[in-house]
């Protein structure tokens, strides 16, 4: 008997597998595979968020006007450029289908988030990876990989897994460098979290052109993971056509409403990101004491690269640390067979890592 099939292509998605949560017979757990956001959501967004379950019998506003104004008011864009998603990857996902089909090309970086093949594949596009330079994303590379079919440019800043960033000279140099047809997206998921002076998520450059799409999270610093809520800045034109594609009601009210509580409660997203940069380094330095490799990274987690000897290879490292109920990710289908992605938890979490590499590091 004959069955439906699939598009062509769909069946050469790998699926994405997320962040381990648990571990058979742990005592407990100190998972640091998702990068979640250590300190949690604003307690605020926590009783906004449970003030929504009264209304749960009314739909959502559509439009997400009054998380839009927040979202305008806190980082000082125009709330008419702002869509609103299930999810920074849902409107990853909206793009790549609006823009890219059959024949097309869809470009990103060697060590790009997985979600980007997996987008452009689901559109019907071919996947193109352009090599990066020590863990950084290579401007000149991205540049020389573009074609005629190109329609779409990823950019993970800072890059997820390698906790990299460009400065914005790069992001307008790499712009700069592309067909006006060639739609740029820049995946600014740990924006927040960055300090340094050179760096910019995007925001002027989608106000000064037409082919210049920014995205952002709440699952990142604002500690809002499990509510799915993502935002894009977008000229108007690539609105437009958001807005035409997302579901009607793509936002949950108890989402929106965690959200607009959460921008609000600024005391708390200052000492999540200065909680986040005093553990970091002090992660930093303590694994780099133990000879291990860590990648300097302005985001809420360290890649780490470990020895080539098998007692004390990245596999190794990953098992010692599930067998004691720390969860670590392992990233080579990210390319990096060597390495592990470890997120940044609280004070007791970092301690206890630091002093559970130790003694794997000490074993013979």
């Not at 990953?318 to 390495?339: Q, W």
Request: proline share 7%; glycine share 8%.
């Amino acid at each position: 008997m004959s069955t439906p099939a699939p598009r062509p292509g769909i069946l050469d998605i790998d699926p994405y597998v997320a962040g381990d949560s648990d571990t058979p017979g742990a005592a407990r757990i100190i998972k640091l595979s998702s990068n979640e956001c250590a300190l949690g959501p604003s307690p605020k967004a926590i009783t906004a968020f449970r003030e929504a379950g009264n209304h749960l019998y009314r739909y959502p506003d559509s439009a997400a006007t009054e998380l839009r104004a927040a979202i305008a008011g806190e980082y000082g864009l125009d709330a008419v450029k702002i869509v609103c998603g299930n999810g920074s990857d849902e409107l990853l996902t909206l793009l790549a289908q609006a823009y890219a089909g059959p024949g097309d090309e869809v470009l990103f970086s060697e060590h790009g988030f997985l979600v980007y093949p997996i987008i452009a594949r689901f559109a019907g596009g071919a996947p193109v990876v352009a090599p990066e330079c020590g863990l950084t994303v290579d401007v000149d590379a991205l540049l020389d990989k573009v074609t005629t079919k190109t329609r779409i440019v990823f950019v993970a800043n800072p890059g997820n897994p390698t906790g990299s960033y460009l400065p914005v000279t790069e992001i307008v140099r790499l712009h700069e460098g592309l067909p006006g047809h060639v739609l740029l997206v820049l995946d600014g998921a740990y924006a927040e979290y960055v300090t340094a002076d050179d760096y910019s998520p995007g925001g002027d450059l989608v106000n000064a052109n037409e082919n210049v799409v920014m995205t952002r999270t709440f699952s990142k610093i604002y500690g809002l993971s499990g509510l799915r809520l993502g935002w894009c800045y977008a000229p108007s034109a690539a609105v437009d056509v958001l807005n035409r594609v997302r579901g009607p009601f793509n936002v949950s009210g108890p989402a929106q409403a965690a959200a607009v509580a959460a921008i609000a409660d600024t005391a708390h997203t200052e000492k999540v990101r200065a909680e986040n940069e005093t553990w970091r380094a002090w992660t930093s330095r303590q694994l780099s004491a133990l000879g291990l490799d860590v990648a300097p990274s302005v985001t809420n987690f360290v890649t780490v690269r470990f020895p080539g000897d098998p007692a004390h290879n990245a596999e190794a490292a990953n098992a010692f640390l599930v067998a004691e109920g720390i969860l670590p990710r392992r990233i080579a289908n990210y390319g990096l067979p060597d390495s592990l992605r470890i997120t940044i938890g609280t004070e007791a979490e970092m301690r206890e890592l630091a002093a559970t590499l130790s003694r794997f590091m000490e074993k013979p």
